[in-house]
């Protein structure tokens, strides 16, 4: 289970922290992303994290803003937002990566976050 926090109203430029805690001794075992869903669009990927933290993976569109960590030690995921663009508004997702295969493709991913809303005003 991900328990997530963080979200809230921003102007555009601004920053935001989300954050992903997650419940289970085998934390540190997956590979963890964030998704977004935008109303009316489907979910898609933003970042990933190998589960020792050592590999990341971003979507073009985040590259160069959006910052992906973790802190096995106390089960939890972050991620780090800067430059937000109004097009960033969405509902984030974190979740583990459950599955062999890509860490951008959803379908590879379970124990889906409750989603916290990031909503970036022009």
């Known amino acids: 289970v991900q328990l997530q926090s963080g979200g809230g109203l921003v102007q555009a430029g601004g920053s935001l922290r989300l954050s992903c805690e997650a419940s289970g001794r085998t934390f540190s075992r997956y590979s963890m992303g964030w998704f977004r869903q935008a109303p009316g669009k489907e979910r898609e990927f933003v970042a990933a994290i190998s589960w020792s933290g050592g590999r990341t993976n971003y ?26 663009k109004p097009e960033d508004t969405a509902v984030y997702h974190c979740a583990a990566m ?20 990031v909503t970036v005003s022009s």
Do not use: C, H, P
């Open 59 to 84: 979507a073009d569109s985040v590259k160069g803003r959006f910052t992906i960590s973790r802190d096995n030690a106390n089960n939890m995921v972050y991620l780090q937002m800067n430059s937000l």
């Open 98 to 117: 459950i599955r062999v295969g890509d860490s951008g493709d959803r379908r590879s991913y379970g124990y889906w976050g409750q989603g916290t809303e």
